[in-house]
């Protein structure tokens, strides 16, 4: 169904061209010849041209690789079809049982569709035909397949190496992917940024060669179909352009940034007149250099994990695999964007595959690298106002903002913004009135130490099992609670064994807390008395619990004793 549909769109196409042309050169069957070439060009086979003014055949192996789109999407289509179920509970075919039928079904038809076009004026090469169409359906199908099936990576096989395995398994080789991704796809917007620079500059030429190309209209929208089609190659040429080693027009003729001798018999065609002046370089045409600049930057940004346990070496190491990503990448563009237009002069059109490939991943590379390590050392920063509490040994952030106090900290103060969000839903029983305060007995005064300052009275915390930390005793402004020992001693009330036990603790400036009480939920009906807050030290005039504190001093947490 894909060949088909493929076959019937440039069918359809080539025959409305025909029908509206003035001065057609064959008749229906002619037509129905080229569209068969023109389906396998759109797979990258070569055309061949025999009647040319020389008598020598005339090799058409340019692709565009905006038709290229055309069979890889319904490929893709057919195999996701193939692969999934019309109903719910519906028994889903194995996926090799599908990659084996739409490839069956797409290589015979291929076959045919080779077969046909050698009756036509542009036959295509056998021995091209015969790689290029399989190539092309066993990558468009395998990638349907796979998306049917959700994507998934699986397994690497098992006759590899336990050490290869373990290492591609590494989260390194995704973001190499993701980075040399990135690369690639800036290269080819600063291709046809330039392309259209270019144009816009000629653009009287790019007119000019449109108007003298055909008279009517049928031939001019022919054009204009072939110079669409033909914009994704051009992308890839000022790429290449870009980066150095620039593109063929012809034998021993290259466009280069540091200058262009200049085509010889080159066809009139619009996107031809995008070509550099002829002559040596000037800085218009070096300041291009700017396109791997950006290329090399993105793909040291996409490089960096947002892991702060990654080392320096291990993202250096991913911004190089990114690198050669984006060199493969453009390696294949490359071959794919060019290729021969004709004998003789125009054997040679297009990119350097290898030379391109070579250029883009030594751009990537040279800035890739410090730049991702850059990006990690800016990104792993210690922030701003952090002391040295909140560093490790070598300087950088350690573990304390995301110690197991500091949490409670600060989920204690975004508890203290929201307030009481859902209210007790549950039926009050009836609550006791409070206890009255007992007055602190002589045992239980703090041993001999720095004197509590009058202020808020503290509701009792210690007990039995939970000893006082060091640095929250009574302080300024806050009174010793009954039953807290604090001051140097193992000193304690008769009976609850309470003793000062050392604890470590984190130290975390910056961190504003206000810790006045939480407002209690409205009392409910026939529900009793609800108690209300502590009543202030006389003559104080206090109404929170505390005043709010700048830079919290949290007890770490203790793992549980078996």
Known sequence: MAAGLGLGFLAVLVIVLWISSPYPDSGPGGALHLAAGLWLLAHGTELVRYE???????????????????????????????????????????????????????????????????????????????????????????????GTKGRPLGTLPSWLPRGVRRVVARPRYALALRAGAGGALVLLGGGALLVGVSLAWHGAEAQGSFLALTGVWSGRFAVLLLAVALIPNAMVWGA????????????????????FAGGVGLPRFPLLAALPPEGPGTPLTWAVA?????????????????????????????????ALVCGLVMTGLAAAAGGPLGSRRLAEFGPVWWATGAAAFVWTLGLAVPVAVGVQVWRTRPARGMGAAGMDGDGLLGDAWHDSGVREVRWAAMRRAAGVLVPDMGEAGPVAPPAPALPAEPALAAAPGPAAAPG???????????????????????????????????????????????????????????????????????????????????????????????????????????
């Open 52 to 146: 040319t003014l020389s008598g020598i055949p005339a090799p058409v192996g340019v692709t565009p690789l905006l038709l290229v789109a055309l069979p890889v999407l319904l490929l893709r289509r057919a195999a996701r079809l193939g692969g999934a179920s019309e109903e719910e509970g519906e028994e889903v075919l194995p996926a090799g049982a599908v990659f084996s039928a739409v490839l069956c079904g797409y290589l015979a038809i291929g076959a045919l569709a080779t077969v046909y076009a050698a009756g036509g004026p542009m036959p295509a090469d056998p021995i091209s035909a015969a790689w290029h169409v399989p190539l092309v359906a066993v990558l468009a199908a395998a990638g349907g397949v796979w």
């Open 240 to 259: 290449a352009y870009a980066l150095g080693p620039g593109f063929a027009v012809g034998a021993d003729v290259t466009a280069t940034p540091l200058g």
């Open 456 to 562: 808020l009275a503290v509701p009792d915390l210690a007990g039995p099992g939970l000893a006082a930390a060091p640095g929250l005793g009574a302080g300024p402004g806050l009174a010793a609670a009954p039953g807290v020992v604090d001051g140097p001693g193992p000193a304690a009330a008769p009976g609850l064994g309470v003793g000062r036990v050392h604890r470590p603790v984190t130290v975390v400036p910056g961190i504003s807390l206000d810790l006045s009480p939480l407002p209690g939920p409205a009392p409910r009906p026939g529900s009793g008395p609800v108690p209300g807050p502590a009543e202030p030290v006389a003559g104080q005039g206090v109404e929170s619990l505390a005043p709010p504190v700048v830079g919290a001093r949290v007890l770490t947490r203790r793992k549980p004793s078996v």
């Open 290 to 322: 700017g396109v791997p600049v950006v290329a090399g930057l993105a793909v040291g940004w996409f490089a960096v994990r947002r892991a702060r346990e990654v080392s320096y070496g291990e993202t250096a190491l991913t911004a190089a695999l990114g």
